[in-house]
T-cell receptor, first 112, second 113 residues
Framework: KQEVTQIPAALSVPEGENLVLNCSFTDSAIYNLQWFRQDPGKGLTSLLLIQSSQREQTSGRLNASLDKSSGRSTLYIAASQPGDSATYLCAVPARGTYKYIFGTGTRLKVLA | NAGVTQTPKFQVLKTGQSMTLQCAQDMNHEYMSWYRQDPGMGLRLIHYSVGAGITDQGEVPNGYNVSRSTTEDFPLRLLSAAPSQTSVYFC????????????FGSGTQLSVL
């Protein structure tokens, strides 16, 4: 059974820091991995989608990497800003299904 | 292009009442799904659909019904509400099944007293 873990659960950093969020999954047979952002009281917004054949994806100050063999993905945020404060979640489809399994997220606070 | 629209945004029910949470998307997405989000438990899949007329169960389907008569709409029915169904419910859709980005609605906060 696929399980997705995100550590740490919460993170507080000063503005301008580069930071890394971690996502681990137990079954490496995944189609893809998605990173999402969730603001308080809002729905989720897809940030990056990495296909199983890819090693990384970039969008602006965000870079996500995928290492299937070790069951890990990292989301790198460069030059963090207060506007980056949100909860970041990762998700992978369970093997051979259309069912996305989500981690419980990392709650990020960037201090001005 | 409104994306994924959920109604209502807030709802309070009494135990035993039934209701339908609405979800509509205008992106011609084949895949639609319902999640519930609870503190400390993340998002859990309730039901999903890969096209009109096709639905299947997720992790936590008990107490919920779905149907998909059109590509655009995917309502979630609570048959007899229980306090354990107090949660935030999200509808999500994607163009394909597992190879495409998921688009989420803004959620319905449901309280069952």
């Amino acid at each position: 059974k696929q399980e997705v873990t995100q550590i740490p659960a919460a993170l507080s950093v000063p503005e301008g820091e580069n930071l890394v969020l971690n996502c681990s999954f137990t079954d490496s047979a995944i189609y893809n991995l998605q990173w999402f952002r969730q603001d308080p009281g809002k729905g989720l917004t897809s940030l990056l989608l990495i296909q199983s054949s890819q090693r990384e994806q970039t969008s602006g100050r965000l870079n996500a990497s995928l290492d299937k063999s070790s069951g890990r993905s990292t989301l790198y945020i460069a030059a963090s800003q207060p506007g980056d404060s949100a909860t970041y979640l990762c998700a992978v489809p369970a093997r051979g299904t259309y069912k996305y399994i989500f981690g419980t997220g990392t709650r990020l606070k960037v201090l001005a | 292009n409104a994306g994924v629209t959920q109604t209502p945004k807030f709802q309070v029910l009494k135990t035993g009442q039934s209701m339908t949470l609405q979800c509509a998307q205008d992106m011609n997405h084949e895949y639609m799904s319902w999640y519930r989000q609870d503190p400390g438990m993340g998002l859990r899949l309730i039901h999903y659909s890969v096209g009109a007329g096709i639905t299947d169960q997720g992790e936590v389907p008990n107490g919920y019904n779905v149907s998909r008569s059109t590509t655009e709409d995917f309502p979630l029915r609570l048959l007899s509400a229980a306090p354990s169904q107090t949660s935030v419910y999200f509808c999500a859709s994607s163009y394909g099944t597992v190879g495409e980005k998921l688009f989420f609605g803004s959620g319905t906060q449901l309280s069952v007293l």
